[in-house]
């Protein structure tokens, strides 16, 4: 019996693949769009827009002035608000980082010069990154944003460090719709390393 | 009875398909796939001939064609390989390479096999052998639609037709004819029906899907990206390292 386990297993991972493939398909077709960068260049202004309303919500200014003045009751309504916010961020941090892979894929599906072993690290750094991504959500979820403002905090800085290479990415696949900020390099923001 | 109806069925809507392909007039878009179409048609009613005529050698004469069935199915593959993958350079490159890797697989099984002597020798049986086939073609499907879903590449309807019909096919083939093979569950009647239902189903979806031409979506030449590729990759890679490595020291803390 256990001889049949590879072909049970290939088989079923090909129908779930397909269904994954028809899946995907059905929902971009549903979107209406085929990554186009300059749509990508508005999400990536909507990172902004996102990182100083997070910022403002996950602050310590109102925790401090919530566990000061409040009852305990207001401050688990509180901790309960504050956490749903933080995996809403945490996703839309997903979903970003998700449309820069999305449109290198675009690029490279028809790029003469592709690197086989760069795209291999680089479909295996995202999917680490996903892992992570979801890791750090299953956190949030277990602990709540109150105990993790540390993290939120970071993860703050590490946004607007994104929105900047967002910036520069999209400049570089679609230069006609981007304007370059300044000459501030991808290494200069995220510091030389 | 019903293996009859069943039979048929697939006869019917086999030579529907191709009737239907050449009265539209787009038979020779998808050439390999239809020549596959039209052999297994061919067979199917060399089948029913020999069962008629001569019902001792059916069986032997079914597994001999199944084979060859199971053969000729690559020229699907091969039709999906140059429909979906032709404009897609950077895509074609990892293909090969993902291409090879199986190949390489499938070499280095059949050595080991031949050096100890249980992999695919003559003394197996003809369900055994097309299960290995389907799945070797289940493996190159996998890398297919892999790549399809990964690089985003658009596919008319009458490929996503194809491609979906025929893994379907090719899927309930590998677990079927795997569970098939096990002394228990070959005679059993309901796995014998399991593959020639997926089989319909199979023609079904193609039937719907390649009623009429819907060729690829063509890329649009004005929004087509020419871009440094090595610059576009480097940059992805640092914003990913960068993601990664922050994730990695929140998740520490």
Known sequence: ?193 | MFGQVLWWTEIAMEALLVARAIGAKFYTKYTLFYFYVSSVLLLELFRFAVFTNLPNSYPLFYWRTQFLAATVGYAVMLQMYAQALRKCRGAVRVANALLLCILAAVMLKVIVGTVSGSGWSTGETMATLERDMRALQAALLLVIIALLAYYKIPTGRNLTGIIVGYSCYVGASVVTLGFGSLPGFGPRPAWRFVQPIAYLATLSIWCFTLWSYHPNPEPDPGSKIERDYKLLSDQTKRILSKARSYLKMRGEL
């Open chain 1, 1 to 193: 019996m256990s001889q049949l386990l590879p072909y049970l297993f290939l088989g079923l991972l090909l129908l779930a693949v397909l269904v994954w493939w028809v899946w995907g398909a059905i929902i971009q077709r549903g979107a209406a769009e085929v990554l186009a960068p300059r749509q990508h260049r508005s999400s990536v202004r909507s990172v902004g827009l996102q990182g100083d309303l997070a910022e403002r919500i996950f602050g310590p200014q109102d925790w401090d002035f919530v566990s000061r003045e409040t009852p305990s009751e207001i401050q688990r309504m509180f901790q309960r608000e504050r956490t749903a916010l933080a995996l809403a961020w945490l996703r839309r941090m997903r979903l970003q980082v998700s449309q820069v892979m999305r449109a290198h894929v675009v690029v490279a599906q028809q790029s003469d010069d592709l690197q086989l072993a760069t795209e291999m690290r680089l479909a295996l750094s995202y999917f680490l990154f996903l892992i992570l991504c979801n890791s750090l959500i299953g956190w949030v979820w277990l602990h709540g944003p109150v105990r993790t403002r540390k993290i939120v905090g970071q993860t703050l800085q590490w946004a607007v460090r994104l929105r900047a290479a967002f910036e520069q990415l999209m400049a570089t696949i679609d230069p006609a719709s981007c304007r370059v900020v300044g000459a501030i390099s991808i290494t200069e923001r995220f510091g030389a390393k």
